[in-house]
């Protein structure tokens, strides 16, 4: 395997470069009989997609899914599912200058020390464009995970840069195209961004990722934790460069007694751990920070050296998100899916005859609570919707 392809049971490999014809993924091990259609996929990539605000990037794609197989009359067959977008909007010309040589803090640099070869038009395979093909696998682990289990996976911007955006309410976040859960912060945020568009550079960002209605039991005990793999698929999305679960690197400073989680008939009492205990689930919300960087293609002139070794002052002009971790939330969401549905399988496969006797411990009320609090602790929100099926 090359590194192209995640998940044991719900596998996704993906393919394609940012200037090549079209990008896309085969998903493999979808459950078969469940409803499918491009609109499913296309309302998950639509939140993704380029173009939307002066804020991102304005290469205009429409990222229309295809499904070329694995659904017969509307419904999964259980058989691979290929799905293809492809590239409209593709202007490599403005890439000639970096063909000879790497922009600091891009990829660009090891992937000709590793190839000897290398697509620079748009960052090649190197390019975020790529994550769009893992919001649309995931589409299809959503959907399951809630019709299966009532499954909920939700995020917003937690923080732009040094401005924090503590978490009010989940309604504002599709509101805004910061995905910030605070709408009067959105000012605040919109006059940072256009500073930061005039002056040519770029910042970073924290995303939070929350997915409530997990049940108790999903992960592996050793190499394989939930927690484990979970920073895995965050730390894959381009540009995240730090990734906590939980009170997370918070813990450094908490006594045991203010972190471990206290467990009544009623529920957990915080939820330092993240919805994650030894590596699984324990039904509590699974909370998941990622910190992405700021993106390396800028116009201001930043040391470098050529193909030769020569130094050089690389400027890159052309289309660039300001900040990645604007359009990263549906992206986190979509690799926090892809992992729980991977684990669902394997849970399945495993233990599904498993029955103990000790009731569940509920998941209570107060996630909007705590995130407004500011509490790392987090219990879920909302009564999880009906599943589909027991
Ligand atoms: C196209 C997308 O993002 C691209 C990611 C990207 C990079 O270097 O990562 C560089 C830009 O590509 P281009 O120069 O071709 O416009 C972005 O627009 C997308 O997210 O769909």
Request: aromatic letters at 6%.
């Amino acid at each position: 395997m090359s590194g192209n392809t995640i998940g044991k049971l719900f596998c996704v490999t993906s393919f394609g470069e940012s200037h090549g014809p079209a990008i896309g993924c085969v998903v493999d091990g979808c459950p078969p009989g469940m409803e499918l259609s491009a609109e499913d996929i296309q309302r998950d990539l639509d939140r993704r997609k380029p173009g939307t605000s002066r804020y991102v990037t304005q290469r205009r794609e429409s990222d229309t899914v295809e499904i070329l197989s694995g659904v017969f009359e509307g419904k999964t067959t259980g058989t691979p599912i290929a799905l293809l977008i492809r590239n409209e909007d593709q202007r490599s010309k403005d890439y000639s200058k970096i063909m000879e040589t790497f922009r600091p803090g891009h990829a660009d640099y090891v992937y000709w020390q590793k190839y000897g070869i290398r697509d620079y038009r748009g960052g090649g395979r190197s390019s975020a464009r790529e994550t769009a093909v893992r919001v649309a696998a995931a589409a299809i682990a959503r959907k399951w995970l809630h019709a299966r289990y009532g499954v909920v996976i939700r995020g917003f911007m937690a923080q732009l840069g040094p401005v924090e955006i503590p978490f009010k309410q989940w309604d504002a976040v599709d509101k805004n195209p910061f995905f910030a859960a605070d709408p009067d912060l959105v000012p605040t945020l919109e006059e940072f961004m256009d500073k930061l568009r005039k002056s040519g550079d770029s910042i970073g960002a924290k995303i939070c990722v929350v997915a409530e209605g997990v049940p108790a039991g999903w992960g592996e005990p050793v190499y394989d934790r939930l927690d484990a793999e979970i920073a895995y698929a965050m730390m894959s999305i381009n540009a995240v460069k730090g990734v906590e679960i939980g009170a997370g690197f918070a813990a450094v400073v908490q006594k045991g007694t203010e972190h471990s989680d206290e467990v009544t008939p009623e529920g957990f009492l915080s939820n330092n751990a993240g919805g994650i205990l030894g590596g699984i689930s324990s039904g509590q919300d699974i909370v998941v920070n990622i910190a992405v960087k700021p993106t390396s293609s800028i116009r201001l002139g930043r040391r470098s050296i050529d193909k030769t070794g020569e130094p050089v002052v690389v400027e890159t002009h052309g289309r660039h998100d300001p900040c990645v971790g604007i359009r990263a939330t549906p992206i986190g969401e979509a690799m926090l899916a892809l992992v729980l549905m991977d684990h669902a399988l394997r849970h399945r496969a495993q233990n599904a005859d498993v029955v103990c006797a000790t009731p569940k411990i509920p998941a209570k009320a107060g996630l909007e609570e705590n995130l407004a609090s500011g509490v790392p602790g987090l219990q879920s929100f909302a009564e999880n919707p009906e599943p589909d099926e027991a």
